[in-house]
């Protein structure tokens, strides 16, 4: 199971791409990343690493926030989408869902949903049909359904935007932080989801995730980002296994704490790269 984020096409390819806000705040120093084809990519790093600016790279929502990719190429089955504006994204199979969810609060979780639908030309009867998929997924928001997005819980507004998202009939999600906020038997509820939707429905996720641990738990491949650039890439199985992964990110080591002169040289690289 773990191979298949390895030995599959690359979907998604961001080479090498530099973001500055303002046009004067560079945020992604050379930040690349490769998505295969019906896999679960983690982007992992602390706060302000640059994660959520990378989804927004890829789905055209930095124009939105006065960022630009200056530098680079994000290419989607081979087409550059750097500049492309988000609903031509979206067209292509490619959607962001937002960190903090971002439901429209004042609709009822089915309105919700059906908004996601708005690019789609196939008819209302497939949409229809997809609605009652989405609702398999999501039992729970079936039951929710006529109730107004603002008072639902934090899970379940989770799970709207996941499902909004779906409703598009995504290849590709870029999902920012699920985890956020949430009790931790939720968020292995809502990674389970994730599973799923990519193991029964092929879709090929690409997730930005500060919990380190249940993200390596899911995907199959990782990316670590610190201060803008890519510090360490590799297969989940490996990354946590890696003894700086654990140290760092997953708050524990093999051996208790580790020596002085090892962190230096972790310190010592971080700085190379800085
Ligand atoms: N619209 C913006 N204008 C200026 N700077 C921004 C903007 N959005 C983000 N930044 C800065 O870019 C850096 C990376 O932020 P980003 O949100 O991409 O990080 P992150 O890894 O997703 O972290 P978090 O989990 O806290 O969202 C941070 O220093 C942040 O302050």
Redesign the pocket.
């Known amino acids: 199971m773990l191979d298949a984020g390895q030995t599959r096409e690359a979907l998604l390819e961001v080479n090498n791409i530099e973001v500055i ?2 046009h004067v ?1 560079l ?1 992604l120093k050379g930040v690349s990343l490769t998505v295969p084809k019906g896999g679960i990519t983690a982007l992992l ?10 989804l ?1 790279a890829v789905s055209g929502l930095l124009g939105s ?3 630009e990719v200056t530098k680079g190429s994000i290419l989607y089955r081979g087409e550059n989408i750097a500049h492309a504006n988000p609903a031509d994204t979206v067209k292509k199979g490619v959607i962001q869902v937002m ?1 903090g969810r971002h439901c429209f609060e004042h609709l009822t979780v089915e309105e919700n949903l059906l908004t996601g639908a708005f690019t789609r030309t196939d008819g209302r009867a497939a949409v229809q049909q997809h609605l009652e998929l989405v609702y398999e997924y999501f039992p729970r928001l079936k039951e929710r359904r006529r109730s107004q997005a603002g008072y639902t819980s934090g899970g379940e507004q989770q799970m709207t935007a996941i499902g909004r998202a779906l409703m598009s009939k995504p290849e590709t999600i870029l999902l ?2 699920p985890s956020m906020g949430l009790a931790p038997q939720l968020v292995e509820q809502i990674f389970e989801i994730v599973k799923r939707l990519n193991e029964e429905q092929g879709v090929t996720f690409l997730l ?1 995730e ?1 919990n380190t641990n249940v993200a390596l738990r899911y995907a199959h491949t990782g990316y670590i ?1 610190e201060n ?1 650039r890519v510090v360490m890439e590799g297969a989940a199985d490996a990354l946590r296994e890696n003894p700086d992964v654990k140290e760092f990110y997953l708050g524990m080591s093999d051996t208790g704490r580790r020596s002085y002169r090892e962190v230096r040289s972790y310190r010592r690289r971080k700085r190379w790269l800085a």
């Open positions: 806000y303002n705040i945020v790093g602390g706060n302000g690493a640059g994660k959520s600016t990378t927004k926030e006065r960022g960190e920012d932080e930005a500060q980002l803008g």
